[in-house]
């Protein structure tokens, strides 16, 4: 059981979703609740979460506290934990019920990305709503799923910087319900177990089938006759038995296939079968190339061929009108700088893909892509690697086009070619992250004007002017990375600078000597980052100013850095000690590359 603070803390968090301050009247009540909860964690959250969705009157709550005193009298905790799971369930409207039990294609404990599932929503047809000039259907399904949150039947694994979630997962006893009800339903099946009685739901017809363990029972004959599978997920050491030619050709109703991670170096040509298949995730798989027939699948809104060895995409891509997202890269740890990242060639045909909302990572080596690209107005997130110099007037000029544009990601050909990006006269207002990798003549002019950015990465910038002036009004940023970005000693945020700032990642500044930080500049940093700054010998001293500071990471310092740091009669040492969490390391074992497709 948690302590009585934090029962109550976790009670009022989910019952009220921060809004308890609207409802003094309530406090004695939540109190009650939580004593009948006995404290324990599932209990106070499946309450809480039904409560969440009833009037906030002391009437309507008296009511419920005296049904769960009623019910204890008969019945143990987890017997009503389990009936309040299963109200929670049928209170919910239609579309939500068949979001919900998807989570049972997963296994028990997994935590998917919150953007895979909502994809996978769409795909499925579980949204309601179509397209319109301002939502799109990914964000009614991101709404489904705040609404699925906020009613606590799933729960967020991984938060973003800015609190968005990244990663969900439901709890294990409702997972056990929603196993349950599942089956009732014909909604999917989760084949666990690796040896599974004769005449079981194996000679049934699912709609959905989850194969997290390969079964004894089970031989492709056997699953020829599952012809009404819509959609079919592979999981540990089955996914080398059921990648086959056979498969392709046995399912085809299919509208989802997710092989991510399968033991598969090639995609059969049969894959040409699945007319009906609307997502496709090849992603962590060791394929070089897609065959011919992906042509065929005129209705895949979702091609996921992240960390694959696909480098050029055939030419019949071009007839896959309905795509939406186009994710393509491969991150290669074996090298360092801008050759980490590889993306895909298109040679031809790009600008029929006029549905694609995410496009990354696009080769643009060849700058005739670049025109292309105008016809792609629907975009939301474009990533380009590998431009060069020449082409950055004509990418400026397409990236005006895209109205609804709010990730950006330019990478140059190599780290010290200039990316040419000033001609960019009306940037889209809705850009709220821009990741620049190369060398700057000088910060564009128009970034000033990103009044909705969130999050700005600038690498190997190599700026002779501080940048902090053209950013000091940018009152939404919440992440700043600068690495290799400017060559001067210098860095200094005045009094009112960049007032919403959350995380500050300064690295690999060659001249840096040191960073000034005026008492009501950055008042928010929470994450401070320094490293392979060699020209800095002493902690920064206005680090004190940075009152809500909870983490800072250093690395790869000059060692006098670290000797003032570690001498315990320094300043530099009390500076840090007051750090909630302060960590050196000779590497940056705190990197991670940004990712491109979350």
Same mark, same amino acid.
């Given at each position: 059981?948690?302590?009585?603070?934090?029962?109550?803390?976790?009670?009022?968090?989910?019952?009220?979703?921060?809004?308890?301050?609207?409802?003094?009247?309530?406090?004695?009540?939540?109190?009650?609740?939580?004593?009948?909860?006995?404290?324990?964690?599932?209990?106070?959250v499946?309450?809480?979460?039904?409560?969440?969705?009833?009037?906030?009157?002391?009437?309507?709550?008296?009511?419920?506290?005296?049904?769960?005193?009623?019910?204890?009298?008969?019945?143990?905790?987890?017997?009503?934990?389990?009936?309040?799971?299963?109200?929670?369930?049928?209170?919910?409207p239609?579309?939500?019920?068949?979001?919900?039990?998807?989570?049972?294609?997963?296994?028990?404990?997994?935590?998917?990305?919150?953007?895979?599932?909502?994809?996978?929503?769409?795909?499925?047809?579980?949204?309601?709503?179509?397209?319109?000039?301002?939502?799109?259907?990914?964000?009614?399904a991101?709404?489904?799923?705040?609404?699925?949150?906020?009613?606590?039947?799933?729960?967020?694994?991984?938060?973003?910087?800015?609190?968005?979630?990244?990663?969900?997962?439901?709890?294990?006893?409702?997972?056990?319900?929603?196993?349950?009800?599942?089956?009732?339903?014909?909604?999917?099946?989760?084949?666990k177990?690796?040896?599974?009685?004769?005449?079981?739901y194996?000679?049934?017809?699912?709609?959905?089938?989850?194969?997290?363990?390969?079964?004894d029972?089970?031989?492709?004959?056997?699953?020829?006759?599952?012809?009404?599978?819509?959609?079919?997920?592979?999981?540990d050491?089955?996914?080398?038995?059921?990648?086959?030619?056979?498969?392709f050709?046995?399912?085809?109703?299919?509208?989802?296939?997710?092989?991510?991670?399968?033991?598969?170096?090639?995609?059969?040509?049969?894959?040409? /079968? %699945?007319?009906? #298949?609307?997502? !496709?995730? +090849?992603?962590? $798989?060791?394929?070089?190339? =897609? &065959?011919e027939? @992906?042509g /065929? %699948?005129?209705? #895949?809104?979702? !091609?996921? +061929?992240?960390? $694959?060895?696909?480098?050029? =995409? &055939?030419?019949? @891509?071009?007839? %896959?009108?309905? #795509?939406?997202? !186009?994710l393509?890269?491969?991150?290669?740890?074996?090298?360092?700088?801008?050759?980490?990242?590889?993306?895909?060639? #298109?040679?031809?045909?790009?600008?029929?893909?006029?549905?694609?909302?995410k496009?990354?990572?696009?080769?643009?080596?060849?700058?005739?892509?670049?025109?292309?690209?105008k016809?792609?107005?629907?975009?939301?997130?474009?990533?380009?690697?590998k431009l060069?110099?020449?082409?950055?007037?004509?990418?400026?000029?397409?990236?005006?086009?895209?109205?609804?544009?709010?990730?950006?990601?330019?990478?140059a050909?190599?780290?010290?070619d200039?990316?040419?990006?000033?001609?960019?006269?009306?940037?889209?207002?809705?850009?709220?992250?821009?990741?620049?990798?190369?060398?700057?003549?000088?910060?564009?002019?128009?970034?000033?004007?990103?009044?909705?950015?969130?999050?700005?990465?600038?690498?190997?910038?190599?700026?002779?002017?501080?940048?902090?002036?053209?950013l000091?009004?940018?009152?939404?940023?919440?992440?700043?990375?600068?690495?290799?970005?400017?060559?001067?000693?210098?860095?200094?945020?005045?009094?009112?600078?960049?007032?919403?700032?959350?995380?500050?990642?300064?690295?690999?500044?060659?001249?840096?000597?040191?960073?000034?930080?005026?008492?009501?500049?950055?008042?928010?940093?929470?994450?401070?980052?320094?490293?392979?700054c060699?020209?800095?010998?002493?902690?920064?001293?206005?680090?004190?100013?940075?009152?809500?500071?909870?983490?800072?990471?250093?690395?790869?310092?000059?060692?006098?850095?670290?000797?003032?740091?570690?001498?315990t009669?320094?300043?530099?040492?009390?500076i840090?000690?007051?750090?909630?969490?302060?960590?050196?390391?000779?590497?940056?074992?705190?990197?991670?590359?940004?990712?491109?497709?979350?």
């Amino acid at each position: 059981p948690l302590s009585p603070n934090n029962a109550l803390k976790l009670f009022v968090q989910k019952a009220f979703q921060f809004e308890e301050e609207k409802y003094p009247e309530l406090d004695d009540l939540c109190k009650e609740f939580v004593k009948k909860c006995n404290r324990v964690p599932l209990a106070i959250v499946t309450i809480a979460g039904r409560l969440s969705t009833k009037r906030k009157t002391t009437t309507e709550w008296r009511k419920v506290l005296n049904q769960l005193d009623s019910l204890l009298q008969s019945n143990s905790l987890l017997d009503i934990v389990n009936q309040v799971m299963l109200e929670s369930y049928h209170d919910l409207p239609s579309h939500l019920k068949r979001c919900f039990l998807y989570f049972g294609l997963f296994p028990e404990g997994y935590s998917i990305s919150c953007m895979r599932l909502i994809r996978l929503w769409v795909a499925e047809g579980f949204v309601k709503e179509e397209d319109s000039e301002n939502s799109s259907m990914e964000d009614f399904a991101d709404e489904y799923l705040a609404e699925l949150v906020r009613r606590c039947l799933v729960h967020v694994s991984r938060v973003d910087f800015d609190g968005r979630p990244k990663t969900c997962h439901v709890y294990d006893l409702m997972h056990k319900l929603i196993a349950r009800i599942c089956k009732e339903q014909m909604f999917c099946q989760a084949m666990k177990d690796t040896i599974t009685p004769p005449n079981s739901y194996l000679d049934s017809a699912p709609r959905r089938l989850s194969i997290i363990k390969k079964n004894d029972n089970v031989t492709l004959e056997r699953a020829q006759k599952w012809k009404k599978v819509r959609s079919c997920f592979v999981f540990d050491d089955a996914k080398k038995w059921l990648v086959t030619k056979k498969l392709f050709s046995s399912f085809e109703l299919l509208i989802g296939l997710d092989l991510s991670n399968a033991y598969l170096d090639n995609l059969p040509k049969q894959v040409g /079968n %699945l007319l009906n #298949l609307k997502y !496709l995730s +090849l992603r962590n $798989t060791n394929i070089k190339s =897609l &065959p011919e027939s @992906i042509g /065929n %699948l005129e209705h #895949l809104q979702t !091609l996921n +061929l992240k960390q $694959t060895q696909v480098h050029e =995409l &055939p030419v019949e @891509i071009k007839k %896959l009108i309905k #795509l939406r997202h !186009l994710l393509a890269y491969y991150i290669n740890i074996q090298k360092f700088g801008m050759e980490r990242l590889e993306g895909v060639k #298109l040679n031809e045909g790009l600008q029929n893909l006029t549905s694609l909302q995410k496009l990354s990572f696009l080769d643009a080596s060849d700058g005739s892509i670049i025109e292309e690209l105008k016809h792609l107005t629907k975009l939301r997130k474009l990533g380009i690697i590998k431009l060069k110099a020449q082409y950055g007037d004509a990418l400026c000029k397409t990236i005006e086009k895209m109205s609804h544009l709010c990730s950006l990601s330019i990478w140059a050909m190599k780290s010290d070619d200039m990316l040419q990006l000033q001609s960019l006269t009306n940037p889209p207002s809705s850009l709220q992250r821009l990741y620049l990798y190369g060398r700057l003549e000088s910060l564009p002019n128009w970034i000033r004007e990103l009044k909705n950015l969130s999050r700005l990465y600038l690498k190997w910038s190599n700026l002779k002017e501080d940048p902090l002036p053209y950013l000091k009004d940018l009152s939404e940023l919440l992440y700043l990375e600068l690495y290799d970005t400017y060559i001067g000693d210098v860095l200094h945020f005045k009094n009112g600078w960049l007032k919403g700032l959350k995380v500050l990642h300064v690295e690999s500044l060659p001249m840096l000597k040191t960073i000034k930080i005026d008492e009501g500049a950055i008042p928010y940093v929470e994450e401070l980052k320094i490293g392979k700054c060699n020209e800095m010998v002493q902690v920064p001293r206005d680090m004190k100013n940075l009152t809500r500071l909870q983490k800072l990471y250093l690395y790869d310092m000059h060692e006098q850095f670290i000797n003032r740091m570690r001498d315990t009669g320094s300043d530099d040492y009390w500076i840090i000690n007051g750090i909630p969490l302060a960590e050196y390391s000779k590497y940056d074992h705190f990197a991670t590359l940004h990712n491109p497709d979350s």
